[in-house]
């Protein structure tokens, strides 16, 4: 981790961040990408403040589940290609409410990534309705699958059938395997 | 030199064809030189039994030829699922070249004749899969790669794939290995091909005759096997 870096259009970047909006933390991971928590108020101006100035590619949308702290955080990845910088927005919001307000006017290609959030953690992201739809699970019929809370070996075990076998492997407990 | 012409000459004795016979009378040295297998077994027809051959054991004279030709003429889809996939085009190409074996890529499961299962299957592809086998003309042979298939492998706790292929569409062979390397999977061929030649991978018989049983396990674990996508849709 470190506090700066000389790459150039990093600093500049962060400094810039720091003076418009309500950054909370910054950390350089590498020379090149930079972590940014926001808060969540200002994300949306942030991204199109920094589409305007180079950083046209959404690279990934995603979220982490802090089940103890009851948020979600979504994580929302730019990159620049004439620089080669990276930066990583993070917000906080409510697990409960799990509620966000859609990207997909900034950045049309965060409509499946926001599909995706939405399946794997619950979150609904307003103005993107076609992020309600299923993707990947079809037909799903539980809590949503990447919550810490859901048990997945659990479901696996209730909904598909396993083999069984006459000899139970492993019951010894790794007995030494005897060479001769 | 003269040994050899004598052994030659002690071959075409036993071939001698009659040629007043029908096809399914040629001698077994015609189609194959395994004459110890069953299948073999079953083509040598001499004069005397060919004559008093009662219909049904035409009719298994007419299966074993059948069954010898698809046998070697076997056509596979190709629809990869999991990591295992990764070990097919080795086999496919010139190092291993499945075609020695008389075995070709195949586009469409229409024309295919084997489905091979490489590996893991999400809910969301055993429902393609369930399509597609449907999609198949018979006879129609499955292979399942990998522990995964088998009975979920490394995946055996996740929520996101089944664990035991057999319950939803019916396997004539498992190929070990995670992933089985190319050696493994031609070896797994060419089993295949001997079952075939036997007529004992009779998996999709069983599709037809226990239809009820997979459709009730294909309900149970995807709860509706129509797929409802943007593309079906
Ligand atoms: S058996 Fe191994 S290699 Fe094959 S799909 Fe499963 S994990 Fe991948």
Wanted: charged share 30%; proline share 4%.
């Amino acid at each position: 981790m470190m506090n700066s870096t000389n790459r150039p259009g990093m600093n500049e970047m962060v400094n810039e961040l720091k003076a418009r909006f309500n950054v909370e933390e910054v950390t350089f991971v590498q020379d090149h990408e930079a972590h940014v928590d926001l808060h969540r108020k200002d994300l949306h101006e942030a991204l199109t403040y920094m589409k305007q100035n180079g950083f046209r590619q959404l690279s990934a949308v995603t979220c982490i589940d802090w089940p103890n702290e009851k948020i979600f955080q979504l994580i929302f990845n730019i990159y620049d290609w004439s620089k080669g910088n990276r930066f990583i927005f993070r917000v906080k919001i409510d697990r409960e409410e799990a509620m966000f307000t859609t990207i997909t006017n900034i950045y049309g290609g965060a409509k499946y990534y926001e599909r995706e959030v939405h399946e794997f953690f619950g979150v609904v992201f307003e103005g993107n309705d076609s992020a309600l739809k299923q993707l990947f699970l079809e037909q799903w019929d539980d809590l949503p699958p990447l919550r810490k809370d859901f048990d997945s070996r659990a479901y696996s075990d209730r909904k598909y059938v396993k083999r069984e076998y006459k000899t139970s492997f492993g019951e010894k407990g790794g007995e030494p395997f005897e060479r001769n | 030199m003269a040994k050899k012409a004598n052994i030659k000459k002690d071959k075409v004795k036993k071939i001698v064809i009659d040629k007043s016979k029908s096809i399914i009378d040629a001698p077994s040295g015609m189609f194959s030189d395994k004459i110890n297998e069953p299948f073999a077994h079953e083509m040598i027809v001499s004069k005397d039994r060919s004559e008093n051959l009662t219909p049904k054991q035409r009719k298994r004279k007419w299966k074993s030829m059948a069954n010898y030709f698809s046998a070697n003429s076997l056509w596979m889809l190709m629809y990869c699922t999991g990591c295992c996939a990764i070990e097919l085009p080795q086999a496919m190409t010139s190092r291993y070249d499945m075609e020695r074996l008389g075995m070709g890529p195949m586009a469409t499961p229409r024309q295919a004749d084997i489905l091979l299962i490489t590996g893991y299957l999400s809910l969301k592809t055993l429902r393609r899969l369930i399509y597609t086998y449907e999609q198949m003309s018979e006879p129609k042979y499955v292979v399942g790669f990998g522990p995964c298939t088998l009975n979920g492998g490394i995946y055996h706790d996740s929520h996101a794939v089944i664990n035991q292929l057999d319950q939803y569409v019916p396997i004539d062979l498992y190929i070990a290995g995670c992933m089985p390397k190319p050696e493994a999977v031609m070896n797994g061929f060419q089993d295949l091909i001997d079952l075939i030649e036997v007529g004992e991978a009779t998996g999709w018989k069983d599709y037809h005759a226990r239809y009820e049983w997979y459709k009730q396990n294909q309900k149970e674990a995807l709860g509706e096997v129509m797929i409802h996508d943007e593309f079906h849709e």
